[in-house]
């Protein structure tokens, strides 16, 4: 089992950037696909990008491509999220998870994801 301890999250202002790190231990995330997620208050977990376990390939919610960018670093067992831009609808609750599961084009499904982290508040305002 891996445990998922996600950091990085804060208060910023329109258009700065945060970088979002998902730190795992347990187990080498070297074999894991990741996803990054968000939910705000009263809505469901939302998709925003995933890195297949290489890093070889990427994938982005629409709302974010172009200003978010994940990548991993297998040595240091992390997954990070750059956000650059960063609007106030940013603004929520991101959340790492992870799955040794082959997604094939369901990315996005949270229901295929098998360890989650705490989750870390990222709030953006205007």
């Known amino acids: 089992q891996v445990r998922l301890v996600e950091s990085g999250g804060g208060l910023v202002q329109a258009g700065d950037s945060l970088r979002l790190s998902c730190a795992a231990s347990?187990?080498?995330?070297?074999?894991?696909?990741v996803g990054w997620f968000r939910q705000t208050p009263g809505s469901g977990r939302d998709f925003v990008a995933a890195?297949?376990?290489?890093?070889?390939?990427?994938y982005y919610a629409d709302s974010v491509k172009g200003r978010f960018t994940i990548s991993r670093d297998n040595v240091k067992n992390t997954v990070y999220l750059q956000m650059n831009s960063l609007q106030p609808g940013d603004t929520a609750v991101y959340y790492c998870?992870?799955?040794?599961?082959?997604?094939?084009?369901?990315?996005?499904?949270?229901?295929?994801?098998?360890?989650w982290g705490q989750g870390t508040q990222v709030t953006v305002s205007s």
């Open positions: 998870a992870a799955t040794t599961k082959a997604l094939g084009n369901s990315w996005y499904r949270t229901g295929l994801y098998d360890f």
């Open positions: 890195v297949s376990w290489s890093g070889a390939n990427t």
């Open positions: 347990g187990r080498t995330l070297s074999r894991y696909c």
